[in-house]
């Protein structure tokens, strides 16, 4: 089995910063992209932002420059830094992960079960 554990969500003012983690673990044999998705209230799930194997970051537009994403490859963790927050950032967020699975010829996507992020004065 495989499993993406998600911490690090809260209650922050605006303008505050959040660092949330994504941890996978399992039977792993690697892990190509890693992401974080948002979903507020009445909304569809959207992207936030991606980070290759490679490093290779892609952000929404309307976190660039305030979100910062990283890995940890051999620890298998993905990190969503978040300043400047703002009201409208309030929703769960979800980590996402394309793994290759011991024992498995094709990766597949895995999700987190979500941490509540708000931002509110």
């Known amino acids: 089995q495989v499993q993406l554990v998600e911490s690090g969500g809260g209650l922050v003012q605006p303008g505050g910063s959040l660092r949330l983690s994504c941890a996978a673990s399992g039977r792993i044999r690697s892990i190509n992209d890693m992401g974080w998705y948002r979903q507020a209230p009445g909304k569809q799930r959207e992207l936030v932002a991606t980070i290759t ?32 927050l703002k009201p409208e950032d309030t929703a769960v967020y979800y980590c996402n992960a394309d793994i290759l699975r011991s024992g498995s010829w094709y990766p597949r996507g895995y999700w987190g079960q979500g941490t509540q992020v708000t931002v509110s004065s």
């Not at 976190?63 to 993905?78: A, C, L, M, Q, Y």
């Open 53 to 84: 194997r490679g490093g290779t970051t892609n952000y929404a537009d309307s976190v660039k420059g305030r979100f910062t994403i990283s890995r940890d490859i051999p620890e298998n963790t993905v990190y969503l830094q978040m300043n400047s």
